[in-house]
């Protein structure tokens, strides 16, 4: 089973920067995509940015140009730098993890990390 285990989220001022991680406990390369989403308060949960195995991106408008998702394959880490931030993009952050099994597509949430960008 994958587990996927967040750090990096935190209190920041509004223009600042944070770069959020998600380890897996598998080879990444064996998961179709990863991705992360976030949940404000009252919200619901939306895709911020996903990498696929093959190295497509894909970004929320709201984030793109500021946000870049990237990995590093021997640490099985993928990383979420986030800049230029603004109160807007407070919410908890959720590092996810598409794989196939039991013939279809599953996916798998890590437990989230708090961003909270003050103005």
């Known amino acids: 089973q994958v587990q996927l285990v967040e750090s990096g989220g935190g209190l920041v001022q509004a223009g600042g920067s944070l770069r959020l991680s998600c380890a897996a406990s598998v080879s990444i390369f064996s998961l179709n995509a990863m991705g992360w989403y976030r949940q404000g308060a009252g919200k619901q949960r939306e895709l911020v940015a996903s990498?696929?195995?093959?190295?497509?991106?894909n970004y929320a408008e709201s984030v793109k140009g500021r946000f870049t998702i990237s990995r590093d394959n021997a640490k099985n880490t993928v990383y979420l730098q986030m800049n230029s931030l603004k109160p807007e993009d407070t919410a908890v952050y959720y590092c996810?993890?598409?794989?196939?099994?039991?013939?279809?597509?599953?996916?798998?949430w890590g437990q989230g990390t708090q961003v909270t960008v003050s103005s």
């Open positions: 990498l696929t195995r093959g190295g497509s991106t």
């Open positions: 996810s993890a598409e794989y196939w099994s039991g013939g279809s597509y599953n996916t798998h």
